[in-house]
């Protein structure tokens, strides 16, 4: 439900010089002057218990961390900012891996994507490949690894294994062309893992991007970012865990 505090906001402004994300902002209410601060929620109990000295936090509010840099932009929004300023948005995949510096790995959970028109031509007795996406990927791809960043793909597949992956398998000699590491994991052999519940992405093992998909496999737009520092650990643990028991694709026999 909307908070009936707010009927529209304003973005005065924000970090350009934070990492990656650029998370803090600072926004105005332009019917009440009301501002809201987005930034880093403070739980460090030994800053929370130095607040405590001052002022009560209540059980609704949270504290936020904003850097300095952002001084002008605050001073703006007490005094004058750019109304109708759009903010950065949400980051899609290019952006993320764009600004990834080690490492990217993407987990992939289903045993069917779709609609896939290259896997519908290889199931009706067609090609494996009919589309061309132009080189993108070998470029997005190429590009990361050519700056040093290393880019993992492990998929988890259920024992038989469906039409779909059986293909996807016979297709994955495009990965690794770009620059990719990939593993499969049979299903059985993934027990004990506590598997985040949705495919994903993850950047330098401090940005979790979840990628998610309706019941028939259609990708559904947009994504779920994580980076609270308390919940990152335990996705890079099953992830990487994930990682180390699966084997590598020139060794996977998926007929097995």
């Not at 980051?91 to 764009?98: C, I, K, N, R, S």
Request: aromatic fraction near 10%; include cysteine.
């Amino acid at each position: 439900m909307t908070d009936p505090r707010f009927v529209r906001l304003d973005f005065a402004g924000g970090d350009d010089k934070s990492d990656r994300e650029h998370c803090p902002a600072v926004f105005v209410d332009p019917l009440t002057g009301d501002f809201l601060f987005q930034g880093r929620v403070i739980t460090d109990p030994a800053v929370l218990e130095m607040l405590g000295e001052h002022a009560v936090l209540a059980s609704d509010e949270s504290v936020v961390w904003l850097p300095a840099r952002m001084r002008q932009v605050i001073l703006d929004a007490l005094t004058e900012y750019e109304q109708g300023r759009q903010g950065h948005g949400s980051p899609d995949f290019e952006q993320m891996l764009a600004g990834a510096r080690r490492s990217a790995i993407h987990l992939e959970l289903r045993d069917f994507y779709g609609p896939s028109e290259d896997f519908n031509a290889w199931q009706a007795g067609g090609p494996t490949r009919v589309s061309d996406d132009g080189g993108r990927w070998d470029r997005l791809i190429g590009g990361a690894v050519s700056r040093g960043v290393t880019v993992r793909r492990v998929r988890i597949i259920s024992r038989p294994p469906s039409a779909y992956s059986r293909w996807l398998h016979l297709v994955t000699d495009e990965n690794i062309a770009a620059g990719e590491d990939v593993r499969w994991l049979w299903r059985p052999d993934a027990l004990g893992l506590l598997l985040p519940h949705s495919d994903l992405w993850m950047f330098d093992q401090r940005l979790v991007a979840f990628n998610h998909n309706d019941g028939e496999g259609k990708h559904v737009p947009g994504y779920t970012y994580v980076t609270d520092p308390r919940e990152i650990p335990p996705i890079v643990a099953a992830v990487e865990m994930a990682w180390e028991r699966a084997t590598p694709h020139e060794k996977f026999d998926i007929d097995d």
